[in-house]
Structure formats: C-alpha cells, structure tokens
C-alpha cells in the first residue's frame, strides 16, 4: 500500500500537466557566438498553458522570440509569452518562434546534449534535453 502510494506520488509530476516537449534542438555554434533552440510543445490537456520564459545555463542571456516579415524585411523580437491552446501542439521552428540563447559559454558542437528550462504558468517548469544540430 505504501509502495503503490510513493509511486502514484513519483509519477504526478510528469503525468499531471499534460505538457511535453519534443524534439528539442539547438544550433551549432562557436563559444561567444548566439545560436537558436527549437522545440515542440504538445499539449495534451484540457486546459490552455502559458510559457513565459525560458533559462540556459550555457548561455550568457537566454529569450523567447518570433520573427517577423515587414516591408520586405525579416526581423526578430523578443515575446513576453506563448500561449499554448488545450489540445494543441505548438511549433517552434526556424523562421517563426525560437529560443535566442546569446554568447553561449561553450562550443556548442553537433551531438552535444543541453538542457533548456521552460517556465510555463500551469506546468511549472519543464528542463528539456537539446541536441545540438547544425
Ligand atoms: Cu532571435
């Protein structure tokens, strides 16, 4: 009984919120140079989640973005939040949503494996493993 209550417990956690993360990745880069993460956000529960921030030890700043296209120009800009609709999957990917990671403190060769946090208001905040890609 006691057994099967510590495992319902341990199991919470990731089960609970319904979010999860797929196919993380993040963009070679050389030590002090900016690179991008990219990720999908599947949500399988019945209610809206809201992620509002993202933290990278690797790096020296670490933000959510979107890029835009005006006057025949491509931009990028920070975003307070993302909103994620219940029963939806949310893409970032290049030309639209990443994570900005500026001066990464290492190289960030193909294979190696980083760890992004994303801070979502319902979830709380999911550590993610990224493989670096080119
Ligand atoms: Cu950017």
Redesign the pocket.
């Known amino acids: 009984m006691i057994a099967l209550l510590i495992s319902i417990l341990m199991l919470t956690p990731a089960g609970h919120s319904g979010i999860s993360i797929k196919d993380a990745t993040v963009g070679v880069a050389a030590k002090g140079m900016s690179s991008?993460g990219f990720f999908e956000i599947v949500n399988d529960s019945d209610m809206p989640d809201t992620l509002y921030g993202v933290k990278a030890s690797f790096a020296d700043m670490a933000?959510l973005?979107e890029?835009f296209r005006k006057d025949g120009m491509v931009g990028?800009r920070p975003v307070k939040f993302v909103a994620v609709p219940a029963k939806s999957t949310f893409f970032f990917k290049h030309g639209g949503h990443?994570v900005?990671l500026m001066n990464v403190k290492e190289d960030l060769k193909a294979g190696d494996k980083v760890k992004l946090e994303l801070l979502f208001k319902r979830a709380g905040t999911i550590t993610v493993e990224a493989t670096v890609k080119h």
């Open positions: 991008a933000q973005h890029s990028m990443h900005m």
